[in-house]
């Protein structure tokens, strides 16, 4: 029998853990200043001057709070979101927490333009809303507490397509344009424009961050970090039994997902530590990008650029960095000693080895990962500039070996539409090698060829939120026209399946989507 589901957001069983049972400021005053003692601040949404207009919603995400769909459609729905009116009861507040940018401590940081509004019991689990773009908070800093659209549409479009993916992640509720305009000067480089300004209602069942736990360790409040990590065992990690086994959990579940993005071709672009969530979630979509052309040095943050510390190849070596970094935070309060807690990070290499050779043996159409087959094969592609994406999906049609099939036209067959019509004879030779190579490994592996078409077409996307896509979702919806943006949220929820009508949605990058702005961004939203 299926549990009846709320009307409204008002009807969502509050539980609000982290307001009731942790430290929270003992001031309510909304300036900028440096909260002590304290994980959270109690702070209002400033509402936008303008008429806020839905833009997206997700039904799915809904019923993970056990929200009725036609609650969406409602006009409190649509107040909540945009930070007009907080539901009757709720006392929203913005998180404290500290971290690493770029490799460099750099302080209290803390939730600069995020308010959660409740935390509720959902269909599963107690789930936190948070609004992304609701107004200052004790936390902006120099900043507005604003978000702008184009930033907006592309956390909802990425958390919705990353757990589509099957990839950890937050999710996304709602995206409401606010009728507004936001300054922002997109390169940083004095040419300012108003923009319009967006609000992203996303989904957690926690938001605290390897970065709650560093800011009271580095001012030496040693008692706040063990009410956290006796927080955090209690709801994240109930399993558990002490802090120990909650690191190792944090480690194994952070390499996890660094594996899961190097498979999808995903570059995060801000892995500071106050961007890694203690439950193993991609957190916070700010410069992202999903490949186009493979480039193992390829970031999508402009800020990045001169030292590439985020780029694609650097992922899973700074997660690993950033799980020391809470390691020595624990470490530095005393909660655990030295031998523990390195144990627990020495779980991190076997686990990011054991789930990336699962998922990339699946999108080669192995059961047991060829390192070499693999290794040559990110070779080939980073030679030739070819689209990560598609070249991994068209290897289900190479077919294994059969004797006697063996001539350059059959081999690279199935590549067409991947490979350069052009190429030169020297790379086309290569690519032969190549795959001449992989069919005798998938006939030695004797796979049933329905189970493995089976196999990788589950490994191996059609469709990505492919920067350009996404750039064009934006201006369509910067001119009031979804059409564009509906059609590919849509198409991104079956991300594995082929499906008619979303042909555009597969194509390679042109050459237009490579410039800055489209292919890269700066941390501007």
Known sequence: MTAARASSLADLQRIDSLTTELPGDASTENVTRQVNGAFFTFVQPTPADGDPSLLAASPGVAALLGLDAAALAEPEFLAAMSGKAVPPGWRPWAQCYGGHQFGNWAGQLGDGRAISLAE??????????????????????????????????????????????????????????????????????????????????????????????????????DALVQKLVDYALRHCYPHLSGPAAMLREVCERTARLAAGWQAVGFVHGVLNTDNCSILGETIDYGPYGWMEAYDPQFTPNTTDMPGLRYCYAQQPHVLLWNVAQLANALLSAGILPVEEAQAAIDAYGPALQQEYSARFAAKLGMKKLSDGLLRDFMALLARDKLDFTRAFRSLVRVPAAVPGDTSEADLLAPLAGVLPADMARERSEAWVQWV??????????????????????????????????????????????????????????????????????????????????????????
């Not at 930033?151 to 099957?166: K, N, P």
């Not at 060829?449 to 939120?465: F, S």
Request: aromatic share 8%; proline share 6%.
């Open 120 to 221: 509720v019991q959902g269909r599963d689990s107690p789930l936190e809303l948070q609004l992304k773009g609701a107004g200052v908070t004790p936390y902006s800093r120099r900043a507005d507490g604003r978000a702008v659209l184009r930033s907006s549409v592309r956390e909802f479009v990425a958390s919705e397509a990353m757990a589509a993916l099957g990839v950890p992640t937050t999710r996304a509720l709602a995206l409401v344009a606010t009728g507004d305009g936001v300054v922002r000067d997109m390169f940083y480089d004095g040419r300012a424009r108003m923009e319009p300004g967006a609000v992203v209602c996303r989904i957690s069942r926690s938001f605290v961050r390897f970065g709650t736990f560093q800011l009271p360790a580095s001012r030496g409040d």
């Open 436 to 525: 001449g190579s992989y069919r005798s490994a998938l006939a030695a592996e004797g796979m049933d060829p329905t189970e493995r078409t089976a196999l990788q077409n589950g490994a191996n996307p059609m469709y990505v939120p492919r920067n350009y896509l996404l750039q064009l979702a934006i201006e369509g919806a910067e001119k009031g026209d979804l059409g564009y943006l509906n059609r590919l949220v849509e198409c991104l929820k079956r991300p594995y399946e082929e499906q008619p009508g979303c042909e555009a949605f597969d194509a390679a990058a042109p050459a237009w989507a490579l410039r800055p702005g489209v292919s890269c961004l700066s941390c501007s939203s």
